[in-house]
């Protein structure tokens, strides 16, 4: 696993680099016009380049009917940064799961969820994941290689066009550790909310937790959401299912978590997968309450959804009320998340890319 360091320049991604290459997503409004001045344009075509690369959706710099006609087909191999529909397929439920090709021909997915007025983007931050946790079908994958920010921005954008609606919501919850690929992630974060226009808050990450990476996250002060992957009420049981747990005791994890509440004044969520007879009795609840007593957050259950190389089981509704029930008596707030887009293989810990290639 590689350890991308968190630089200190992320808290200020907007601002100028030296020099500024394409693919151009990514790039703030300041990088672009001074881009555009480079080629000998004047500084507000900086502007209509931000607009229509972030805001219409342009795929080919040469549909710029803004810029000059001479100009446009000088441009037209500039790449903007933006993939390949591979793959597409829509559960019942209106979930849409797509396979993306990236310029180097690797394969990544991404979900769009809509809701009520809601659209959600579930994103993925690497190529396959290094984690391997015993549940989660991207870490029988392996993993492959970082996303770029353009490779990460590039899937809401997608899913904007797709669906003809503004993305309201992100979830760093694809494939992929994100806090592995912190300083493409952070930078990604930004150009989100100040490129795409989506609100910090309607921005989670979310994380099994890399020792130092959730204090250092802290630093940034983003008003984004944080969700850990908790799973497991105590360190044996996290150890079986996550095998990072085994260098990063729950108690360092949990000292990270209250750390960073208390640097951004943020509420932190965990996610807690229910694996029937594995970490779903009430004794786990209590011993779960008891490590998340005193600080704000909210336990978010995530029924599991089955894979097939492990034979774990999801818990029935009475099991998973039980849960909650205990959880809401020890004064945790608790909800559970019925994942969407089941059959299309696309809901949490389903994403692959290995069996679902077109026909
Ligand atoms: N690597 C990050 C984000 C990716 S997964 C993380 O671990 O948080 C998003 C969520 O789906 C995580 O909480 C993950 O543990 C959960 N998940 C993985 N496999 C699952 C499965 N089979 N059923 C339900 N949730 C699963």
Known sequence: MSATPLTPQLDSPHSTKLEFVPPLLGGSLAELTAWVQQQGQPAYRGKQLHDWIYHKGVRSLADISAFP?????????????????????????????YLLQLADGQIIETVGIPSDKRLTVCVSSQVGCAMACDFCAT???????????????????????????????????????????????????????????????SLTVSTVGIPSRIRQLAQ?????????????????????????????????????????????????????ILLAGVNDLPKHALELAQHLRGFQNHVNLIPYNPIPEVDYK??????????????????????????????????????????????
């Not at 000088?74 to 397929?89: C, D, E, K, N």
């Not at 002060?221 to 150890?239: F, G, K, Y």
């Not at 818990?315 to 994942?339: E, G, H, M, T």
Request: hydrophobic share 35%; charged share 20%.
């Open 139 to 201: 870490g029988k994958g392996g993993y492959k290689r970082h996303l770029d920010v353009h490779e990460i921005i590039d899937q809401v954008l997608t899913v904007q066009t797709d669906f003809q609606q503004r993305v309201s919501h992100v979830v760093y919850m694809g494939m992929g550790e994100p806090l592995l690929n912190t300083e493409n992630v952070l930078t990604s974060l930004k150009s989100l909310n100040q490129d795409v226009g989506i609100g910090a808050r």
């Open 69 to 97: 006609k001479n100009w446009r087909t000088a441009l037209a191999t500039v790449p903007i940064g933006r993939s390949t529909l591979h793959y597409r397929s829509v559960a019942a439920d209106g979930t849409v799961k």
């Open 314 to 359: 999801r818990p029935n509704s009475d099991r998973i009320q039980a849960f909650v029930n205990v959880l809401k008596q020890q004064q945790i707030a608790v909800s559970v998340r019925y994942s969407r887009g089941l059959e299309a293989d696309a809901a949490c810990g389903q994403l692959r890319t290995s069996k679902t290639l077109p026909v």
């Open 220 to 272: 940034h002060h983003l008003q984004i959401t944080l969700a850990v992957s908790l799973h497991a009420s105590n360190q044996a049981l996290r150890e079986q299912l996550i095998p990072s747990a085994r260098t990063y005791p729950l108690e360092d994890l949990l000292a990270e978590c209250r750390e960073y509440v208390e640097v951004t004044g943020r509420r932190l969520s965990f996610e807690y």
